[in-house]
Protein backbone atom coordinates (compact mmCIF):
# COMPACT_ATOMS: atom_id res chain seq x y z
CA UNK A 1 0.00 0.00 0.00
CA UNK A 2 1.24 3.66 -0.79
CA UNK A 3 0.00 6.86 0.59
CA UNK A 4 0.20 10.24 -0.78
CA UNK A 5 -0.76 13.30 1.32
CA UNK A 6 -1.67 15.91 0.72
CA UNK A 7 -3.44 19.70 0.85
CA UNK A 8 -1.15 21.59 3.25
CA UNK A 9 -0.52 24.83 3.62
CA UNK A 10 -0.48 28.15 5.30
CA UNK A 11 -3.44 29.36 7.20
CA UNK A 12 -4.60 32.22 9.75
CA UNK A 13 -5.99 31.48 12.93
CA UNK A 14 -9.94 30.56 12.26
CA UNK A 15 -9.22 29.28 8.70
CA UNK A 16 -9.95 25.58 7.11
CA UNK A 17 -7.68 23.33 5.39
CA UNK A 18 -8.52 19.79 3.94
CA UNK A 19 -5.88 17.30 3.47
CA UNK A 20 -6.26 14.31 1.33
CA UNK A 21 -4.67 10.77 1.21
CA UNK A 22 -4.87 8.71 -1.69
CA UNK A 23 -4.35 4.81 -0.77
CA UNK A 24 -2.83 2.65 -4.11
CA UNK A 25 -2.41 -0.63 -3.57
CA UNK A 26 -3.74 -3.37 -1.94
CA UNK A 27 -6.58 -1.96 -0.03
CA UNK A 28 -9.52 -3.80 1.41
CA UNK A 29 -12.73 -3.17 3.24
CA UNK A 30 -10.47 -4.46 6.43
CA UNK A 31 -8.08 -1.29 6.00
CA UNK A 32 -8.46 1.31 8.74
CA UNK A 33 -6.61 4.61 7.82
CA UNK A 34 -5.26 7.37 10.34
CA UNK A 35 -4.60 10.69 10.52
CA UNK A 36 -1.31 11.40 13.37
CA UNK A 37 0.56 14.65 13.57
CA UNK A 38 3.55 16.11 14.37
CA UNK A 39 4.73 19.65 15.71
CA UNK A 40 8.47 20.77 15.76
CA UNK A 41 10.10 18.89 18.57
CA UNK A 42 7.35 16.63 19.89
CA UNK A 43 5.96 12.91 19.21
CA UNK A 44 4.00 12.21 16.65
CA UNK A 45 0.63 11.82 18.04
CA UNK A 46 -3.07 10.81 16.87
CA UNK A 47 -5.51 12.90 15.10
CA UNK A 48 -8.33 11.02 13.99
CA UNK A 49 -9.03 7.54 12.31
CA UNK A 50 -11.77 5.63 10.44
CA UNK A 51 -11.56 1.78 11.61
CA UNK A 52 -12.06 -0.78 8.83
CA UNK A 53 -13.77 1.60 6.23
CA UNK A 54 -16.10 3.61 9.00
CA UNK A 55 -17.05 0.94 11.39
CA UNK A 56 -16.13 3.58 13.72
CA UNK A 57 -14.52 6.84 13.58
CA UNK A 58 -12.27 8.05 16.38
CA UNK A 59 -10.87 11.61 17.38
CA UNK A 60 -8.25 12.98 19.84
CA UNK A 61 -10.01 14.78 22.12
CA UNK A 62 -8.01 18.03 20.94
CA UNK A 63 -9.63 18.05 17.68
CA UNK A 64 -13.16 16.73 17.94
CA UNK A 65 -15.54 19.33 16.60
CA UNK A 66 -13.50 20.99 14.69
CA UNK A 67 -11.58 18.02 12.26
CA UNK A 68 -13.54 15.63 10.35
CA UNK A 69 -12.32 12.46 9.05
CA UNK A 70 -14.18 10.63 6.03
CA UNK A 71 -13.22 8.68 2.43
CA UNK A 72 -14.48 8.41 -1.27
CA UNK A 73 -14.22 4.43 -1.21
CA UNK A 74 -14.27 4.99 -5.58
CA UNK A 75 -11.04 7.49 -4.96
CA UNK A 76 -9.55 5.53 -2.51
CA UNK A 77 -9.19 8.60 -0.90
CA UNK A 78 -9.26 9.48 2.98
CA UNK A 79 -10.43 13.27 4.04
CA UNK A 80 -9.31 15.69 7.28
CA UNK A 81 -11.72 18.48 6.97
CA UNK A 82 -9.79 20.84 9.68
CA UNK A 83 -12.10 23.81 10.53
CA UNK A 84 -11.32 26.67 13.15
CA UNK A 85 -7.56 26.15 13.40
CA UNK A 86 -5.44 27.43 15.80
CA UNK A 87 -1.70 27.68 16.01
CA UNK A 88 -1.27 24.32 18.09
CA UNK A 89 -2.93 22.81 14.82
CA UNK A 90 0.84 23.57 13.40
CA UNK A 91 2.55 20.38 12.65
CA UNK A 92 3.45 17.84 9.79
CA UNK A 93 0.12 15.50 9.10
CA UNK A 94 0.78 12.30 7.94
CA UNK A 95 -1.78 9.92 7.01
CA UNK A 96 -1.14 5.99 7.51
CA UNK A 97 -2.92 2.35 7.51
CA UNK A 98 -3.10 -0.65 8.47
CA UNK A 99 -5.01 -4.44 7.79
CA UNK A 100 -4.16 -5.96 10.85
CA UNK A 101 -5.13 -3.12 13.49
CA UNK A 102 -7.50 -3.81 16.50
CA UNK A 103 -10.06 -1.01 17.30
CA UNK A 104 -8.39 -1.28 20.83
CA UNK A 105 -4.87 0.27 19.54
CA UNK A 106 -5.62 2.35 16.83
CA UNK A 107 -4.88 5.37 18.35
CA UNK A 108 -1.40 3.65 18.47
CA UNK A 109 1.01 5.02 15.81
CA UNK A 110 3.45 1.75 16.06
CA UNK A 111 0.25 -0.10 14.96
CA UNK A 112 0.06 1.06 11.60
CA UNK A 113 2.57 -0.46 8.76
CA UNK A 114 1.67 1.87 5.96
CA UNK A 115 2.83 5.68 6.02
CA UNK A 116 2.40 8.58 3.76
CA UNK A 117 5.40 11.58 3.22
CA UNK A 118 3.45 14.14 5.14
CA UNK A 119 1.89 17.54 4.44
CA UNK A 120 2.78 20.71 6.25
CA UNK A 121 -0.03 22.40 7.65
CA UNK A 122 0.80 25.96 9.31
CA UNK A 123 -1.29 27.99 11.31
CA UNK A 124 -0.40 31.49 11.55
CA UNK A 125 -1.87 33.75 14.47
Known amino acids: VQLQASGGGLVQTGGSLRLSCVAS????????VAWFRQAPGKERNFVAA????????LYADSVKGRLTISRDNAKNTVFLQMNSLGPEDTAVYYC???????????????????WGQGTLVTVSS
Open 25 to 32: GRTSSGTT
Open 50 to 57: MFRRGSSI
Open 96 to 114: AASSSVILSNVRNRVAYTY
